[in-house]
């Protein structure tokens, strides 16, 4: 909830901020862009006084993960030949709306805990699923398909 107030805080700093500033200067303390981009590590964005190569405040992305150009942005200015810094994506309050699908990618493991349970996903193809009591249901068929199958 702090977090959403402070943004909320900033964006009506925003939309009262001046349009134009003189050449030189930076547009003000913060100005509203238009994400365009990823350019050596920097956020292009899209401002009505031009393109601002942007750092990002690593607590910026948690809703969305990333920001994909046409985002909506708060942008926070400091001084000319200062980095600018995306403060956040400007959006509908609410809960994110949850994902079709969600890839998570690994180079050695993948491990999923939860107290005294675990699953883990190692690169090599094995999967080794933990816990004091394991149980499987099928409402269908529950086939076991494997080279060689070892209970006990």
């Known amino acids: 909830m702090k977090h959403n107030a402070t943004a909320l805080a900033l964006a009506a700093v925003a939309a009262d901020a001046p349009r134009a500033a003189p050449a030189g200067t930076p547009p003000g303390p913060f100005v509203r862009g238009t994400c365009a981009g990823i350019e050596e590590g920097r956020l292009l964005v899209q401002t009505p006084e031009g393109t601002l190569r942007c750092e990002v405040l ?78 499987v249901r099928a409402k269908g068929t529950q086939r076991i398909r494997a080279g060689t199958v070892s209970i006990n």
């Open 58 to 135: 690593e607590n910026a992305l948690a809703p969305g993960g990333r920001f994909e150009p046409g985002d909506a942005v708060l942008v926070a200015c400091f001084g000319a030949g200062e980095a600018a810094v995306v403060i956040g994506r400007i959006g509908a309050a609410g809960a994110p709306a949850p994902a079709q699908h969600v890839t998570l990618t690994a180079t050695e493991t993948l491990s999923l805990k939860c107290g005294e349970s675990s699953i883990d996903l190692r690169a090599d193809g094995k999967v080794m699923i933990r816990g004091d009591d394991v149980l």
